[in-house]
C-alpha cells in the first residue's frame, strides 16, 4: 500500500477486498476487512462515486467538506472522512461485481444501467456509523429535511415544505400504481421547542425500536446537543430569499439546499454516551438543470395548492402542519 504525502492521498491496494454494502443516486458504499486501515481512530467504509453528469470530483467535493461545510457546523457532530487514492484495477472489479449483480438479479432496477466512475481516481473512507451489536446499540437513521418553511411559500400555508412536496410526490406515486409511503413526521415538529410534539416526533423515528425511557434520552441528547437547531440556523441564513429570487448557482444558497438533504445517524447504546453524526453533505450543484428542476418544483408547489392545502386530489392527506398553525 503506498504511502501518502502532503501532496497525494493514501493509494488504496488494487486488490483490496469490497463487499458491497449500499448505494444512492451518487455514490455506492462497501465493507472492508476489519482494521484494514489501523492509523485511521475510527471503522471506516468506502465510498466510490457513480458516472453521472452532475458529478463533481471527489477531491473538490472533500475541498469544500473541510474547508466550507466544516466551518459552518460543529465540527464533532460531522461525519468524519478521508480522501484516499483508487487504482483503475480496483474500479474494474468494482463495476465487474456489479454486472454480475444485475445478472443475478441483486441491484435495485432503479440503479441498473449505471456504474462506477472509471475517470474518477479518488474516493473517500468514511467513519462507518452501523451500530454495534455487542452493545446492543440502536442505529437511529433519519433525514431532517426543510427545518423552517420556505421562503417562497405562500402566506397562510397549511403544509411546510417537506410535507407540501410528500403531498404531491403521494398523488404521482398514486399514479404510476405504486403504493403510498407511509407519512413519517413533519420535520418542523423536531425543533419546535414543544417538548411534547418532539417526544412524539422522536417516537416515530424510533419506530418501536426503544422504550418510552429510550426515547426521552434521545430527546434529551438531541436537545442538549442542538444539533438540528443549527442545521434549521444555517438554512435560514443562507437562503434568505427563497428559491425563486435566490441566486441558485451561488454557494450560500447551495450550502441551504445540501443541508436541506443531509443525513442524521444516532446510535444509541443501552448504557454511555450517544454517538450522532451528520452525513451527505456533499455541496449541491445547480448545473445539469438542477437550478431550474428547484425553481420549477417549487413554483408547482404553489401553483398547484400544496402548500395551502387546495390541490385537486381528493385522496391526498389534509393533514396540516401544526408548527405553523400554532
Same mark, same amino acid.
Given at each position: #500500500? ?25 455514490? &455506492? ?10 492509523? &485511521? ?14 458529478? &463533481? ?95 417562497? /411559500?405562500?402566506?397562510? /400555508? ?60 434521545? #430527546? ?6 442542538? *444539533? ?35 443525513? *442524521?445517524?444516532?446510535?444509541?447504546? *443501552?448504557?454511555?454516551? #450517544? ?32 402548500? #395551502? ?18
Amino acid at each position: #500500500m503506498a504511502s501518502p504525502t502532503p501532496s497525494s492521498p493514501l493509494m488504496l491496494p488494487s486488490d483490496l477486498p469490497l463487499s458491497y454494502l449500499a448505494e444512492g443516486a451518487a455514490n &455506492i458504499v462497501y465493507t472492508l476487512p476489519p482494521n484494514s486501515f489501523p492509523s &485511521i481512530p475510527y471503522p471506516v467504509l468506502l465510498r466510490l462515486s457513480k458516472t453521472l453528469p452532475s458529478r &463533481i470530483p471527489v477531491s473538490t467535493s472533500h475541498g469544500l467538506y473541510t474547508s466550507l461545510i466544516n466551518t459552518l457546523l460543529p465540527a464533532q457532530y460531522l461525519i468524519h472522512q478521508t480522501l484516499v487514492s483508487v487504482h483503475p484495477e480496483l474500479i474494474a472489479r468494482a463495476n465487474s461485481a456489479l454486472h454480475d449483480f444485475e445478472a443475478a438479479g441483486k441491484r435495485r432496477q432503479k440503479r441498473v444501467g449505471v456504474y462506477l466512475a472509471t475517470d474518477e481516481p479518488n474516493a473517500l473512507l468514511v467513519e462507518d456509523m452501523r451500530p454495534d451489536v455487542a452493545r446492543r446499540e440502536v442505529l437511529l437513521e433519519f433525514k431532517p429535511k426543510w427545518l423552517v418553511q420556505s421562503r417562497s /411559500a405562500p402566506v397562510g /400555508a397549511k403544509r411546510c415544505r417537506t410535507c407540501a412536496l410528500r403531498a404531491r410526490n403521494q398523488l404521482l406515486r398514486r399514479r404510476k400504481g405504486k403504493a403510498a409511503e407511509k407519512w413519517v413526521f413533519c420535520p418542523l415538529e423536531l425543533v419546535c421547542g414543544d417538548e411534547g410534539r418532539v417526544e412524539d416526533v422522536i417516537g416515530k423515528v424510533v419506530r418501536g425500536r426503544l422504550d418510552q425511557a429510550g426515547v426521552k434520552r434521545v #430527546m434529551g441528547f438531541l436537545g442538549k446537543a442542538g *444539533v438540528l437547531e443549527r442545521v434549521r440556523d444555517l438554512q435560514v441564513r443562507m437562503d434568505g430569499k427563497g428559491v425563486l429570487e435566490a441566486d441558485v448557482w451561488g454557494q450560500d444558497f447551495r450550502v441551504a439546499m445540501t443541508v436541506r438533504d443531509c443525513s *442524521v445517524f444516532l446510535k444509541v447504546p *443501552v448504557e454511555g454516551e #450517544m454517538q450522532l453524526r451528520l452525513a451527505d453533505l456533499d455541496l449541491k450543484s445547480a448545473g445539469e438543470g438542477k437550478a431550474e428542476r428547484w425553481k420549477a418544483l417549487e413554483r408547482e408547489l404553489i401553483d398547484d395548492g400544496w402548500y #395551502m392545502g387546495t390541490e385537486k386530489d381528493p385522496e391526498s392527506d389534509k393533514t396540516w402542519c401544526q408548527a405553523l398553525l400554532s
